[in-house]
């Protein structure tokens, strides 16, 4: 039929969410539990943003160990599954109602929906743009790792200058910068890490100690290097292998933070050790109640990528794999010979 082209033309320009049902995106999908193998590369419909939405076409992916709880089934999850909830791109689309950003923003956020992907859909209420002198991939590596540990360092266990700290996992992608914040603050950090060259890492980023906790028993190092007090806060993101000697390494109503389980999950105890070891807190804290509120993401968001843009805090990128090696990336991250942070790119 003549002209019915230009009648298609037009009716796609007016209609760019009828557009999107007809395109497709490259996506990892998980059909089930399982290992890497299960993470695979297929074509999926480019989604549509609804009220408060935001479609981002991705530019990098952080990869982070939730990802690989879900995909274990640690957590659970529905499935078929596209992980992934870190992620800088720029604005694609925006979902009625949507206000403050504008199509081709750079923008990031930790609440993306299904970030191992070419396109996602974000919250508005969870996203961020991205301040002038940071890459995509920098913001990608800055925010959930990031954000983690500046509520460690200020929200959950306000450090404050002359206290000492122990992160483990020092050379890790959350503990390089939890490591940088303790130190500007003004906090003695000591470090837990397996190798040598792990700890030359933890040590440029600031700590004062490191302890080889794969060779050194890190309790009784830990009692050395204070003088037999003990430390104020344990930051353990390590877990099974870890928790008990943290609980030991704490002086009296010291405070734990369990902020992850890198080596696995930590069995039930009974709370009246806490007593019996000094009147301990401990708590398990996660990201999410962190970011709650507009405000508190703003302040979290806006002081790491603003530090980070200005050279104040230091990141560290080891690897970025294209988007179809999802598994070697993940595989990566459980191996534990990773520093820093690991991403994927569409
Ligand atoms: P990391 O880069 O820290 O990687 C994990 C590190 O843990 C490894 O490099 C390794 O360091 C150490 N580790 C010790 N034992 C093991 C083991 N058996 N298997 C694997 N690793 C081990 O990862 P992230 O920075 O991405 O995350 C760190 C932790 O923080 C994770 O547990 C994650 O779930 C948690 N997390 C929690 C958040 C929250 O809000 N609660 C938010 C973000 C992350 P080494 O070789 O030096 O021992």
């Known amino acids: 039929m003549e002209g019915s082209d230009d009648c298609f033309q037009i009716f796609l320009l007016h209609n760019p969410l009828w557009v999107h049902s007809y395109h497709y995106m490259k996506a990892i999908q998980i059909l089930e539990t399982g290992g890497p193998e299960v993470l695979q590369l297929a074509d999926l419909p480019i989604p549509h943003p609804g009220p408060g939405q935001v479609l981002i076409r991705i530019e990098a992916t952080g990869v982070n160990f939730i990802e690989i709880y879900f995909r274990k089934g640690q957590y659970k999850a529905s499935f078929p599954l596209t992980p992934g909830s870190e992620a800088s791109g720029t604005v694609e689309e925006l979902g009625p109602g949507v206000q403050g950003f504008t199509a081709g923003d ?112 890190f309790e009784a190092e830990v009692k050395n290097l204070t003088g037999g007090k003990g430390v104020d806060v344990v930051y353990d993101s390590v877990g099974k292998t870890t928790f008990d000697k943290s609980l030991n390494c704490l002086k009296p109503r010291g405070l734990l933070a369990l902020f992850g389980g890198s080596s696995g999950a930590v069995p039930p105890f009974d709370p009246i050790i806490l007593s019996g070891k000094g009147s301990l807190y401990v708590t398990r804290p996660t990201l999410w109640h962190y970011i709650a509120t507009r405000a508190e993401l703003e302040l979290r968001a806006g002081e790491i990528l603003g530090w980070a843009a200005s050279g104040q805090l230091k990141l560290r990128t080891e690897h970025i794999f294209p988007l179809a090696e999802a598994a070697q990336a993940q595989t990566a991250l459980e191996s534990r010979n990773t520093t820093g942070k690991i991403l994927l790119e569409p």
């Open 106 to 217: 750079l923008v990031a956020s930790v609440s993306v929906m299904g970030s191992y992907a070419e396109y996602a859909l974000v919250p508005a209420a969870q996203l961020v743009k991205v301040p002038a002198g940071l890459t995509p991939e920098q913001a990608a590596a800055a925010m959930l790792q990031g954000m983690t540990a500046h509520y460690l360092a200020y929200s959950t266990f306000p450090l404050k200058a002359g206290d000492t700290a122990l992160v483990h996992a020092g050379a890790g992608g959350v503990g390089l910068l939890l490591t940088q914040l303790a130190a500007r603050i003004g906090a003695r950090v000591i470090t837990t890490v397996s190798t040598t060259a792990k700890a030359e890492l933890s040590l440029e980023a600031g700590a004062s100690d490191v302890i080889l906790y794969t060779e050194q028993d």
